[in-house]
């Protein structure tokens, strides 16, 4: 059963527009919500994270918007670059020290 | 630090063979884990070990077996490869939830 919806799975954005990634996510109680980023050939790495006592996160040109009541969570990447161009997995957990869960990932492609 | 290391970075094995991945990480971080990463499926988690002494199955542990050798180490064991164990393998530790991954090992079972 996944309990972490995550779409597109793949997106193609022209520079300096916007990327948005959407989560839907089944657990309610899920209490931190990563995003990570990962390059080809690495592994991936956190990029930004929010629980949900606020509605939206952002560091530079990332941000996170959350809806709690709908039970979605979504990335943003402001002026998009090349890059960016990399892979985007969603996840979300509770914080009673289990794992996490991960969304498919969804592939960015940001052309010139 | 190196942060979180696997060895080996690749590795060709024949059906029923046996390998051991290894996964050290230097961050004295309590929780470890182990994925696979196939097109299309995301990461899904095989086995974690939450603490040294313990670990738990993941979404997908048939076919696995794990040993946390001790706070650095947690290594994946396949018994007897398959076909269907052709993957990239990710080693990953957290603090507070973030998870380090190290640079994973890619095996493929012919």
């Known amino acids: 059963q996944q309990q972490v919806k995550q779409s597109p799975q793949s997106l193609i954005v022209q520079k300096g527009g916007i990327s948005i990634i959407n989560c839907a996510y089944e657990?309610?109680?899920?209490?931190?919500f990563p995003w990570y980023q990962q390059f080809p050939g690495k592994g991936p790495a956190l990029l930004i994270a929010?629980?949900?006592?606020?509605s939206e996160k952002k560091e530079g040109r990332f941000t996170i918007s959350f809806n709690k009541s709908a039970k979605q969570f979504s990335l943003h990447i402001m002026d998009s670059q090349p890059g960016d161009s990399a892979t985007y997995f969603c996840?979300?957990?509770?914080?009673?020290?289990?794992?996490?869960?991960f969304g498919k990932g969804t592939r960015l492609s940001v052309i010139a | 630090n190196a942060g979180v290391t696997q060895t080996p970075k690749f590795q060709v094995l024949k059906t029923g063979q046996s390998m051991t991945l290894q996964c050290a990480q230097d961050?004295?971080?309590?929780?470890m884990y182990w994925y696979r990463q196939d097109p299309g499926m995301g990461l899904r988690l095989i086995y974690y070990?939450?603490?040294?002494?313990?670990?738990d199955k993941g979404e997908v542990p048939n076919g696995y077996n794990v040993s946390r050798l001790n706070k650095r180490e947690f290594s994946l064991r396949l018994e007897s490869a398959a076909p269907s164990q052709t993957s990239v393998y990710f080693c990953?530790?957290?603090?507070?939830?973030?998870?380090?991954f190290g640079p994973g090992t890619r095996l493929t079972v012919t």
């Open positions: 070990s939450a603490s040294e002494g313990t670990t």
């Open positions: 657990n309610t109680a899920f209490d931190y």
């Open positions: 996840a979300a957990t509770n914080s009673g020290n289990t794992p996490l869960v």
């Open positions: 961050m004295n971080h309590n929780s």
């Open positions: 990953a530790s957290d603090v507070s939830y973030e998870q380090y």
């Open positions: 929010i629980r949900p006592d606020v």
